[in-house]
């Protein structure tokens, strides 16, 4: 996010809010281009409830719209950028975007994926048609409109759970052209570039220094999603377009924002987030998170969760739902870490042949099926936990 700041302000003298999704506390050495805002500050009634419904990733979306509509009773103009987003140039050309249109969407790409056994429109389908890792709106009663149909969903379902249709924030989003016929969804090329859409978009270099794409376009700002500093070319992997003369310029992109990055990573320390955990320190688990979200309304809405005293508390203990030390700091997986459990497939596999074999090929389609919509707690019946 620092670093976003820095080359929002470089290429354009805006200063940077950062909206802190942890417990308020002291930060040193933060630039004079960054303004900090903590989420116990925003007013949002109840705020804890949704600190420990959601982990770090779901939290931090689920209050976008919030903000926006907080912000825009001070502003004319809103434009949300991801913490991983970088500034190459002016961002003149989304204000005169917003001067014509309230909300301005990216799609993830604007041409098909190609056919191939890795590369196909699969994802779009399980995450949605944008991303929402930038959105521009002004304070128009259509833009508000919008985001006070985006905020109820986003508080009540901001889930990753792509096998029912949720991807957080962004999935709701697919569905508003339905509802709202003002959405303008922008083609911009130079907008919103990124890992998963290198496949369709070139990058050129001017005398001047500034990035094109396709020759035509300026590049405003470059996503930087699930970036690997220790392997920058992780850009060039991603990348399936055959315009080879783009390749060195994405390279050089990664690199200086690599530098970057390591820059502020020897300035800022890095801490526990603090929404990991219980008064006690005891570490809140995904499945105790889950567990939460299929009991919620059958504690007081004031309570805090968090408290080990609180009646949520002596639910934990009555259902043994506390992690085990060393099973502490929980991270999604990805299709990378399959290659680490080769041990495990196999026994999993093993037992599922067994079973296969025990109940029969209809029986068993059922049973998968069934597993996947055991996989959300709060689809059971409470009573399921002891209360």
């Known amino acids: 996010a620092l670093v976003l700041g820095e080359s929002l302000y470089d290429n354009n003298n805006i ?163 339905c509802f709202f016929d003002f959405l303008k969804i922008s083609f911009n090329p130079g907008y919103n570039f990124a890992p998963w859409n290198t496949f369709e978009r070139s990058i050129s270099k001017k005398i001047n220094k500034i990035y094109k794409v396709e020759d035509k376009f300026d590049l405003v700002f470059f996503h930087f999603s699930n970036f690997n500093h220790d392997d920058p070319q ?38 526990s987030y603090s929404f990991d955990y219980m008064s006690d320190g005891s570490y809140i688990s995904p499945t105790l998170r889950k567990a939460y979200s299929s009991v919620i309304n059958e504690f007081d809405h004031v309570m805090d969760p968090f408290n080990i005293e609180s009646d949520f508390g002596k639910f934990i203990k009555r259902n043994n739902l506390f992690s085990k030390p060393n099973l502490n700091n929980y991270s999604y997986p990805s299709i990378n870490d399959s290659k680490n459990h080769g041990f495990y497939f196999k026994i999993i596999y093993l037992i599922m042949r067994i079973i296969l074999k025990f109940v029969g090929p209809n029986k068993f389609y059922d049973l998968s099926k069934l597993m996947v919509y055991l996989s959300v707690y709060r689809f059971k019946d409470h009573k399921y936990w002891k209360i």
């Open 234 to 271: 992780y850009l060039l992997k991603r990348a399936s377009n055959e315009k080879n003369q783009s390749y060195k310029y994405v390279e050089e992109i990664g690199l200086n924002y690599s530098k970057k990055l390591k820059y502020y990573e020897n300035l800022i320390p890095k801490i």
């Open 15 to 177: 200063i940077l809010k950062i909206f802190v999704f942890d417990k308020k506390q002291k930060l040193d050495k933060i630039p004079k281009y960054i303004s900090l805002e903590w989420v116990e500050d925003l007013g949002l009634e109840n705020w804890k409830r949704y600190a420990f419904l959601y982990d770090i990733i779901e939290f931090s979306t689920s209050l976008k719209p919030y903000i926006s509509i907080k912000l825009l009773k001070d502003y004319e103009k809103v434009i949300f950028f991801d913490p991983d987003i970088y500034i190459c140039s002016k961002i003149d050309s989304i204000i005169e975007d917003l001067n014509n249109s309230p909300v301005i969407l990216t799609p993830h790409y604007i041409k098909p994926q190609p056919r191939t056994i890795n590369e196909s429109d699969l994802p779009m389908m399980r995450f949605g048609s944008f991303n929402l890792g930038f959105f521009a709106v002004d304070n128009s009663k259509d833009a508000i409109l919008f985001l006070n149909w985006w905020n109820i969903r986003c508080l009540d379902f901001c889930f990753m759970e792509s096998q029912f249709g949720l991807s957080t924030d962004q999935k709701w989003v697919t569905i508003a052209p």
